[in-house]
């Protein structure tokens, strides 16, 4: 799957957890911008993992503040 | 000369201090910071100034006033002095620390048992130590803090599931790459809610998957389970269990925490694991305390039975009252009273203490969901009619607050 493809499928994931309807960009950040808490980014993670059927760890998830990152992460573990 | 502004590394802790003041202006006594002044027996102190009954300390089997243990921990304070003043791998092993040691052993019949000073580090110890870079830890996301400590002090890539899920478990079981080593982290009863792990099925899940599987029973110990090793012997996998971790500040009624195993290699933990080597041992009145209140919960059955009965009739009792309850059958001793918000939480705790009852508030982020919770946790030497009296303490509490 490529980054195009990556980023319309994250897209429809995160529609009903973006309450306020942002207008997400690659700079988009899921702490400030889109105001997630802990339970709504587990919730998030969970059906991104399922989705694309990886896992993306506790430890990888600290280094992802912007969506464009959580593209690019979800995009190299899915090229298979 | 140019200076640079110091930055206030307290202006992180902002937003709780203003939820704690707002929450003390309201004229509610501070849950935080209760002060017994006197305790009476595992279930009575004198809390705040006044004879309160106690329903929320853990102390499930009651064993902080037995007389022999208590006697066993004046003969070691006699024999053996206040402390240790060293590390186990050093001046810190006396023989009483071998003897708990022996005794944690024959209770859970398992060929090693390994000794903390407190059940926090042996989470933190052994979860840090056996899952290293390139391992993979998968727990339940609604772990206690001391497995998730233990996970963010090791080197592992850490995964969590939703609670209780076993397809959530299996799946990110399966998804995880070929060759790599495995951790799955569970509780036998979950401290908040007091609900209980489908231990059966997740352990056969992880070992089908090829991990290996720690289960920490502190809230378990002394009375589930035939021999009271936990909810993973009630449910029939402990010879499946890797690693058993549990604690001697609830039933076992002092302080400290071990980790029962039968693996072959498990002795070199002892000079490898961080938070075993570099702190002082248990004080040897408090392993002597420990070893005789261990030797004595194996013969526990009838005080056993009365507890089940007790959890059995406050989740009954508080049900028939009409409050909300983290589960719909009594699965421990553990009796959760879900609260609307902080506010009435905290007004109820108030409540509840003026008429003369502790119970713990718990708030998030301790909690699953930002729950508000008074969390209740039974000990067998409550009475039949002091359980009554405390469900007469919550109709005129509940009432009183309108949360019934």
Redesign the interface.
Known sequence: MDRAAVDTTIRSIIEPFNKKGVAITDVTTFAADLEFDSLTVMDFVAAIEDEFDIIISMNQQAEIERFGQLVDAVAAQAKG | MSETAEKDLFSKFDEIIAVRENLLASGVEDPFSLVMERVLSPTRAVCNGRDTILLGTYNYMGMTFDPDVIQAGKDALDNFGAGTTGSRVLNGTYQGHRAVEDALKEFYAMDHAMVFSTGYQANLGIISTIAGKGD?IVLD?DSHASIWDG?KMGDA??????HNDIE?ME??LK??PEGAGKLVVLEGVYSMLGDIAPLAEMVKVAKDNGAMVLVDEAHSMGFIGEHGRGVCEAAGVIDQCDFIIGTFSKSVGTVGGFCVSNHPKFEIMRLVCRPYVFTASLPPSVVATAATSIRKLMHGSNKRAHLWENSKRLHGGLTALGFKLGTAEPQSAIVAVIMPDLERGAAMWEALLHEGLYVNLARP?ATP??MTLLRCSLCAEHSEEEVETILGMFERAGKAVGII
């Open positions: 993979y996301i996970c890539e850490v995964v969590p599931f939703k959530a799946k990110r998804r995880i982020p969901a930002n």
